[in-house]
């Protein structure tokens, strides 16, 4: 039987994971600090400190010194209480990371493949499991392990069909079947994630985004897309498909063609995409391989800036972001220089005129944000003590 909201038992459990929420958030803490944080009384604070350490969730991990009288114990998250696998997929390979629930690393494992590309069948699935699961041996963990996974591609799933849209240079992720066939070589519910959304997930927690609500994420890489955060929350659009600008028309820019259905849209033959990708940065700078070099070229900074504000202004007119965050390899390229003459380049249009910067996050962002969203997941499970386990 369910139980009743403002019963003893749902008290408890919502007691229980505020508690659980600010170990996550501060660390080791004794038990006087939880009592302060959340306001419970000291003998309710030792009731549910016992509780927890019963069930596994929390341990003791030494004492605090320095003060008056006995040391008080530090209660910390137990890391074995759960674990999640992140995993970052581009056309030539996959990344796997486990994390415990505390979000430590584990495990890390990339697989190069070209076969990525490749429309054979299971043979994803197949790769995405050889990723994790070396992932996992790393770790000393099995599949048995994980509660929650999540894997960031490009493209979108279409809520409606289940298929991966937006990603024509990832043949082998198309199947209809694909999420069903990855829950049953990794043995644990799999989420599909869009890239870019996941590196706004990042910048939204430890990033550039941190207290804002509203936001923007350009991401400028080998493809561009978006994502748009509003009140907080990301939009998807009805396909999943909303801030996929890469395929946006611009003046000077031919059209991103390929019929109604996205699955089989040109890869980068049009749009805004053509005109800021890595290899338009490339083929500006007369053929230069490395993005450093290309954007050390006043010249290709100011084309690109102008391009890509043309691109961002549409965005910014509709959506009236409050921030833009530019990321992805050509943005850390062009870094504060591209940011100044991307700022330049809006000054003076009719619109909106919200605050630019280029992200600072370490390490990929996609696989960042996989992991934070695998983690919150996990969470809301691991950590829900109103259901005896």
């Not at 003893?8 to 302060?36: C, F, K, Q, W, Y």
């Not at 790769?127 to 392990?145: I, K, M, N, P, S």
């Not at 999540?150 to 999420?179: E, K, N």
């Amino acid at each position: 039987m369910a139980a009743t909201p403002g019963t003893p038992s749902v008290l408890r459990a919502m007691n229980d994971r505020a508690a659980l929420d600010l170990l996550v958030a501060h660390g080791p803490l004794t038990r006087t600090r939880i009592g302060e944080l959340t306001g419970l009384s000291k003998p309710t604070t030792s009731q549910l400190l016992g509780r927890l350490e019963t069930a596994g969730l929390v341990r003791t991990t030494g004492s605090q010194s320095g003060r008056p009288g006995p040391n008080a114990l530090l209660y910390e998250i137990d890391p074995g209480a759960g674990h999640v696998a992140a995993l970052s997929a581009d056309p030539t390979g996959i990344t796997a990371v486990v994390a415990d629930i505390t979000g430590a690393e584990r495990g890390r494992r990339r697989i190069e493949a070209e076969a990525v590309r490749e429309d054979v069948r299971h043979r994803t699935a197949q790769l995405v499991a050889e990723a994790t699961d070396g992932a996992l041996r790393q770790a000393g963990l099995g599949h048995g392990d994980l509660t929650a996974t999540v894997i960031g591609t490009p493209g979108a799933i279409d809520p409606h069909t289940g298929q991966l849209r937006y990603a024509p240079h990832l043949p082998g992720w198309h199947s209809r079947t694909l999420r069903d066939d990855l829950a049953k070589v990794l043995g644990t519910p799999v989420s599909i994630e869009n890239d870019v959304n996941l590196a706004a997930i990042a910048e939204q927690y430890e990033g550039a985004a941190q207290d804002h609500d509203d936001f923007v994420l350009a991401y400028v890489d080998e493809g561009v897309g978006a994502a748009i955060v509003l009140g907080g929350t990301l939009l998807r659009g009805a396909t999943g498909g909303a801030g996929e600008i890469g395929y946006m028309p611009l003046p000077g820019a031919p059209l991103a063609r390929g019929g109604s259905d996205a699955v089989a849209c040109s890869d980068g033959g049009g749009g805004l995409q053509s005109l800021v990708a890595a290899a338009a940065v490339r083929e500006l700078a007369g053929g230069v391989k490395d993005l450093g070099e290309a954007m050390s070229d006043d010249r290709v900074v100011d084309e690109v800036a102008q391009r890509l504000a043309t691109g961002l202004a549409a965005v910014v007119a509709v959506v009236d972001p409050e921030l833009v965050v530019l990321s992805g390899q050509v943005a850390r390229a062009g870094g504060d220089t591209l940011r100044d003459r991307v700022e330049e380049h809006l000054t003076g249009l009719a619109l909106p005129r919200p605050q630019l910067r280029i992200s600072d996050l370490p390490g990929d962002p996609i696989l960042t944000g996989a992991l934070r969203t695998a983690l919150t997941q996990a969470r809301a499970t691991v950590f829900d003590t109103s259901t005896p386990a």
